[in-house]
């Protein structure tokens, strides 16, 4: 999978989350996690580097919930 922002080849384990975020916008760090095999801890780094490029959002949910989508 290419990388959009800086043209590199992206790993497949890096690439797994967000084709995870894709399928199913809006869910939640808890649901994602256990959907990638990753902690939560985790996957909120790679959705913070997702964002700082430019290729996710996070938003507020209900309580807590941080809804995590892909930007157009």
């Not at 043209?7 to 994602?32: D, N, Y």
């Not at 939560?40 to 941080?66: F, K, N, S, W, Y």
Request: proline share 8%; net charge positive.
């Amino acid at each position: 999978m290419r990388d959009g922002a800086a043209g590199h080849a992206r790993p497949v384990s890096r690439a797994h989350p967000p084709f995870t975020i894709g399928r199913a916008p809006g869910a939640g760090a808890r649901e994602l996690a256990a959907a990638t095999f990753r902690s939560e801890q985790a996957l909120g780094t790679l959705a913070g580097r997702l964002v700082a490029q430019g290729l996710g959002d996070r938003c507020p949910g209900r309580g807590r919930r941080i809804e995590h989508h892909l930007t157009p």
